[in-house]
């Protein structure tokens, strides 16, 4: 972040600690139908419109790390093979035969030499070429040249790799707004990957997704962990176009360090805002990322089903260079998880409640407007005229997002 990025950070996360009320002209946030969590067909447009057509965080570099190296993307329902070519470039087609659909891999991760159907042989380079099929002579007049692998935008934030099944979504890096200048100070061209695991959890997608959007909820049940170190009355948000959100939340202690990062390795470019308080970005739709001078999570929230999700995390750290990583890795592992399993506990129960017939909707306030600007995007992405009326949300925030 530059000097005048610190700067605005560090004043509004000041004027949000001394203010007494929400400020002047904010408006009232209207309620959020509680059905848009559970009405099938609500949340059919969600999986056309919003899953299928959104950069979404596949893998990191060091997850393809060689020619043939491949990384199996299967969230959006439909599967994708993310390879890195013998020209080091890293691509992504759906891991589709042109012939009959059979899969062309069928492990998670691996190593190939090229791309080839177990169910009739008909062989890809790591390009998506056809390069050649058994019993050619059967085929008449075919043209190889004519069946390449159906492609899937691929694109990269540094190491970091994204997926996108629109063809016609804007670039990446243009999508993102002002989030890769902001984050080059965390270097995402070096950090390496980590650890990824993921954690079913019973209820609707947007159940979770909705609880690391604010932190309104820090004092009840984050009272021996996260709120013991952070002001969240001092939590400054910058809303930004195309859903994306960042909050910044100030350490009580201007010199306070989490004692489980103490004595690892740190990104020397990492400017104030991220070495001495909790900025957290929000990639619409689905990834959350505090970052951190010591290293980051990708905090990612998937749907499994109507009324069942994952969320993932996958680490990352600043480059350790050759060897082991650290192992206090181990130690911050564990801490984190200690604090995921706060954040998941009543996700079950809300699901249930926002399933009765008593529940209407949710009632946001002025700390958890990041959670309505979000479903502002989604209806501008599926278009309202798709929506029921009940079902849609007012678009009220526009004069609260940034340019």
């Known amino acids: 972040m530059d000097a005048v990025t610190v700067d605005y950070l560090k004043s509004g996360m000041k004027a949000e600690a001394e203010r007494t009320a929400p400020p002047p002209g904010f408006p009232p946030l209207p309620l ?3 059905a848009r969590y559970t009405d099938p067909a609500f949340l059919e447009l969600e999986q056309r419109y919003l899953w299928q057509r959104s950069w979404l965080f596949a893998c990191h570099a060091d997850e393809i790390p060689e020619p043939g ?42 190593k190939v030499d090229g791309l080839v159907c177990g169910y009739h042989g008909w062989t890809y380079g790591l390009d998506g070429r056809l390069m050649n099929l058994r019993d050619k ?22 190491n970091w790799i994204f997926v996108n099944e629109d063809p016609q979504a804007e670039p990446l890096l243009t999508h993102l707004g002002p989030f890769p200048e902001q984050l080059e100070e965390i270097q995402p061209g070096q ?60 350490n009580r202690r201007p010199d306070w360090q989490d ?29 959350v990322t505090p970052v951190d001078a010591t ?7 998937w749907p499994t089903g ?38 998941t506990q009543f996700a079950e129960q809300i699901q249930e409640s926002v399933e009765s017939g008593a529940f209407k909707g949710i009632t946001l306030n002025y700390q958890e407007r990041r959670i309505y600007h979000w479903h502002e995007e989604l209806d501008r ?23």
């Open 295 to 301: 290293g980051n999570p990708f905090i990612l929230f």
């Open 191 to 250: 950090v390496r990957f980590v650890h990824r695991k993921s954690y079913p959890v019973k209820c609707n997608v947007k159940v979770l997704l909705d609880a690391f959007l604010e932190v309104y909820h820090l004092k009840s049940i984050h009272q021996n962990t996260v709120d013991r170190f952070l002001d969240h009355r001092g939590t400054f948000i910058t809303l930004y176009k195309n859903g994306h959100s960042l909050m910044c939340t100030p």
């Open 306 to 343: 109507p009324r069942s999700m994952e969320i993932e995390i996958v680490w990352f750290a600043p480059d350790w260079g050759s060897g082991e990583i650290d192992p206090l890795w181990q130690t911050r592992l564990s801490n984190f998880e200690r604090i995921l399993e706060e954040d």
């Open 69 to 110: 190296s491949f990384y199996l993307f299967k969230r959006t329902g439909s599967p994708i093979i993310v390879v890195r070519g013998k020209d080091g470039q890293i691509r992504a087609f759906y891991n589709s035969c042109r012939h009959r659909g059979a899969p062309l891999v069928r492990e998670c991760q691996g």
């Open 137 to 158: 002579r059967d085929f008449v007049d075919l043209d190889l040249s004519k069946y390449p692998l159906h492609s899937v935008r691929c694109e990269s934030l540094g």
């Open 259 to 287: 004692p489980g990062t103490r004595g690892m390795r740190r990104i020397e470019t990492a400017s104030e805002i991220t070495s001495k308080n909790n900025p957290s970005f929000n990639f619409y739709p689905n990834l």
């Open 32 to 34: 959020v139908p509680g």
């Open 381 to 403: 992405r599926i278009g309202a005229e798709r929506i029921p009326e009940a079902l849609r949300v007012k678009q009220v925030l526009k004069d609260w997002v940034a340019s």
